[in-house]
């Protein structure tokens, strides 16, 4: 029985390592929730995401994986007009195939609301509020990419 469960661990980590790329600069606490975005297309572990979502996305990810610090708050922070365009553009599309609509324009209008409070943030300076905003954005992103029928 042992046997059995140390193969389906080790199964689980291996396909943990494998979707997350081998290595991230993300935080061991952000690794295991978060590696997907890793090394993946958006195809490969997104599904078919709305390109304005995917467009989001290529803004989000470089700077959710970056080592956390004054360089990947700074990055972030000189992006919010990027965040901006693009969580218009989100709000702005049709909702997906098979997505509620008002679900949909729920979560779009939150996605736009934390990229408000990111930009509050930034401005504040604050490292704990930006971590706080910055969290807070990247799962208003997962929700949409749910509804997109993406993988959380």
């Known amino acids: 029985m042992r046997t059995g469960i140390a193969i389906v661990l080790a199964s689980l980590f291996a396909a943990a390592t494998a979707c997350s790329g081998g290595s991230s600069s993300a935080p061991a606490s952000s690794q295991a929730a978060e590696g997907h975005h890793e090394g993946a297309g958006h195809g490969e572990h997104h599904g078919a995401m709305p ?20 360089q990947r708050q700074k990055d972030t922070c000189t992006a919010i007009p990027d965040f901006q ?3 218009d553009a989100v ?5 997906p195939a098979g997505a509620d609509a ?27 509020q930006f971590q706080t905003a910055f969290s807070a954005l990247h799962e208003s992103f997962h929700r949409l990419m749910e509804l997109a029928g993406g993988r959380k």
């Open 51 to 70: 390109p304005e979502l995917a467009s989001f996305h290529d803004v989000l990810a470089p700077r959710w994986h970056a080592p956390e610090g004054e």
């Open 85 to 87: 365009t693009n969580a």
């Open 91 to 95: 709000a702005k599309a049709a909702p």
């Open 102 to 128: 008002g679900v949909w324009t729920l979560a779009t209008t939150d996605l736009g609301a934390r990229v408000d409070d990111l930009a509050a943030a930034c401005q504040a300076g604050a490292a704990a």
